[in-house]
């Protein structure tokens, strides 16, 4: 034991591994054709939030995605959040449209439900560490490929001709 030699604490270094979080986000928001400054609404020194226009993609009318990333100064604790809302929830009749989506939601797979403010919303939530664009793109699908369902699910579910947009 006596063989093993002694680094003072100055030479050791932190090594931090995994991509940086706010440039995942970026690729990820290229690859959907958006330039990344452009859908910057904000950007903290522990947090930036992307909004991107998804138009007429579904439907629906003026749609916009939001991502989030926060807790940037520690990678390791990086949350990235994306979410899209679904339908807005009147003051008449809530308690049977939030009984209705969360029979609803039940159905959903790998993204979950949100009351924001008065918007349902469809979103999921990842830790940063170790994910990759390719993860950001598939959740970023699971909320667009259940989108519809849940609008028209929810629609029948009500009885209503088409869910109040969004």
Sequence with gaps: MAKIKKFSTV???KITGGKDPIR???EFILRRGFDPEECRREAEPDSSRWML???DEHGQGQEELEVLAEGIRKPS????YMGVNVATVPVRGAHDVLAAALEIADGLVGIKLS????YLVLSAS???AGIT???LDYNYKLITAQQMWFREALAEELSWETIIDS
Excluded at 77 to 80: F, G, N, S, Y
Aim: aromatic fraction near 0%; avoid cysteine.
């Design 53 to 55: 226009n998804l138009g």
């Design 24 to 26: 995942l986000v970026e």
């Design 77 to 80: 604790e990086t949350t990235i």
């Design 126 to 128: 990842l830790g940063a």
């Design 11 to 13: 030479n050791i270094r």
């Design 115 to 118: 009351l924001v403010g008065h």
């Design 133 to 135: 664009v390719e993860d």
